[in-house]
T-cell receptor, first 114, second 116 residues
Framework: DQQVKQNSPSLSVQEGRISILNCDYTNSMFDYFLWYKKYPAEGPTFLIS?????DKNEDGRFTVFLNKSAKHLSLHIVPSQPGDSAVYFCAASAFKAAGNKLTFGGGTRVLVKP | EPEVTQTPSHQVTQMGQEVILRCVPI?????FYWYRQILGQKVEFLVS????????KSEIFDDQFSVERPDGSNFTLKIRSTKLEDSAMYFCASSPHRTGSGQPQHFGDGTRLSIL
């Protein structure tokens, strides 16, 4: 199931710089997109989301951009901090779908170097 | 902050045995989900549950799987006769309403299921 894809399995960034994580999707029914952060031995933790009626949503250091025509979203983290080192998952859902499930990308492992 | 709790954190079971994974969703949430992640693979949807019935299930969720909300707080996933390929991390999630703008799913820390 390749409906949500994160093409970069890993990303290394210097502390204080910007981290940019990318995600592509193929299903036109998706209308809500989320980013989750996951530390080892823990469950995914919700970070930020965006509805398909918007193209940008910002929360503190985290901003998500949505390009519907390109079926692409990105997460910007600025400035990056060592505590941001984790695996980041992009997920998508279709509000009208019966079960409202999330479809996940494969994740991007971010390492923030001090 | 309220959280989803899952027990046990690690379950080791012989192949062919039944296993029950337990979850306590966030108290005012109405929608419940199970996902799993096989080592090195994506997080995959198993089943969603609302108003005491299954809303949607994936192809993975065959007759060996069942879910139940036996009381007002617990949400369980049962695998009747486990197979080696059931070894995975199982995540429970809940949301207050249908997943949409402002209504993310919140996840527990998972149960690692190891089938021998």
């Amino acid at each position: 199931d390749q409906q949500v894809k994160q093409n970069s399995p890993s990303l290394s960034v210097q502390e204080g710089r910007i981290s940019i994580l990318n995600c592509d999707y193929t299903n036109s029914m998706f209308d809500y997109f989320l980013w989750y952060k996951k530390y080892p031995a823990e469950g995914p933790t919700f970070l930020i989301s965006i509805s398909s009626i918007k193209d940008k949503n910002e929360d503190g250091r985290f901003t998500v951009f949505l390009n519907k025509s390109a079926k692409h979203l990105s997460l910007h983290i600025v400035p990056s901090q060592p505590g941001d080192s984790a695996v980041y998952f992009c997920a998508a859902s279709a509000f009208k779908a019966a079960g409202n499930k999330l479809t996940f990308g494969g994740g991007t492992r971010v390492l923030v170097k001090p | 902050e309220p959280e989803v709790t899952q027990t046990p954190s690690h379950q080791v079971t012989q192949m062919g045995q039944e296993v029950i994974l337990r979850c306590v969703p966030i108290s005012n949430h109405l929608y419940f989900y199970w996902y799993r992640q096989i080592l090195g693979q994506k997080v995959e949807f198993l089943v969603s549950f609302y108003n005491n019935e299954i809303s949607e299930k994936s192809e993975i969720f065959d007759d060996q799987f069942s879910v139940e909300r036996p009381d007002g707080s617990n949400f369980t996933l049962k695998i009747r006769s486990t197979k080696l390929e059931d070894s995975a991390m199982y995540f429970c999630a809940s949301s207050p309403h249908r997943t949409g703008s402002g209504q993310p799913q919140h996840f527990g820390d998972g149960t690692r299921l190891s089938i021998l």
